[in-house]
């Protein structure tokens, strides 16, 4: 674990840096104000041996990941978010790709036998798909398999199906919670401050839209996820920005599980003039993100997104987790520009790229329960 002399020689003269080295050791929270300091001038030994000093505190070396698969019913949108690769607006929906139920029930088939704990589904926003498709959806994937945890629709698929259901956030919640909606994934959230989101996103929830529907959900006892697209035309204020109503949510509810930073890629949309963070910019906004959301327990490293290797080079950098083995083919990245076309890793391939970076695998279900602890890649089964 990192100690405080060698993060004081790291910070060298700078007085700010020194101030935030002392609260982070003495577990105090720092300032927005603090939070942009250290976007400007925190170099990347530096923030980085702060992260790791507080992921080593919570979590040790363990390294989470779980066994789940994505189902994408539809990329049939009715918004149009400039840094979208995926979508087919509705009006070319010929393009696009639209499941029905008995489709998706089967690829939930297809894992019978398997050891997988998760289902996510996330896609599109299509109009024809409400809330008695996805309610049904959930009620037949939840017979056919009671124990598969339903992680399901970013905050941005449920305004909208609310809204065309007339329904209020909370009874909308309700009724999908009742029918077996466990969990929200973090999706959506883009950029929080109204200046960037009405630029890249404008005609989608707005960020009190999202963040009220975390809310609501925590308040039924569902858990939830919080994601940040960054690196495009933001400014470290707006990133700041988006986790301190991130940060002042979770202080309230408590029921965010992980935050996950969505690096930007300009592969085939509206912002292709955009260039693409360096991995530098990536592993200093983890490593950021770690000692700002003091209250979020996990940051995950979204694998398919970021690449393998640097998902792995993240494991130094505030990271304890690298989500799952995406056993599918999930599209909205590598239709992006991510270099993972086919974002599937083995429980193996896993456990050996953990191992690899000095770091112990645990399997773990949505909740972070603990499934399995892998000391060594001969406990692999
Ligand atoms: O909200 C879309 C992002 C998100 C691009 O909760 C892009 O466990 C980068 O939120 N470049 C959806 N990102 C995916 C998501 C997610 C993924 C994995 C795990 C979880 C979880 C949630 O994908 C969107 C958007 O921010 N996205 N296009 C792009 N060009
Ligand atoms: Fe639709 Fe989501 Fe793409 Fe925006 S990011 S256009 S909401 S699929």
Redesign the pocket.
Known sequence: MSDLHTILKLASTDNQLISIAEKVYNGERISDQEGIYLFEHGDLPFVGHLANYIREKKHGDLTYFNRNFHIEPTNVCVFSCK????SKLYANREEGWELSIDQMVDIVKGYDGKPVTEV?I?GGVHPKMNMDYFKELIRKIKAHRPDLHIKAF?AVELDYMFRKAKLSVDEGLKQLHDAGLQSL??????IFHPEIREQIAGDKVSGEGWLQIHEAAHQLGMHS?A?M?YGHVEKYEHRIHHMRQLRDLQDKTNGFNTF?P????NAN?DMSDVKESTVIEDMRMYAIARIYLDNFPHL?A?WP?LGRQNAQLSLAFGVNDI?GTIDDSTK?YSM?GSEEQTPTMTTEQLVILIHQAKRTAVERDTLYNKIKIYTDTNSLS
């Open positions: 840094f979208c690769s995926y996510h996330v970013t994934p973090g999706g959506g959230a883009e996820n994601t697209l996950i969505l690096k930007f890629r949309n995950k979204y997104m989500d909205i992006a």
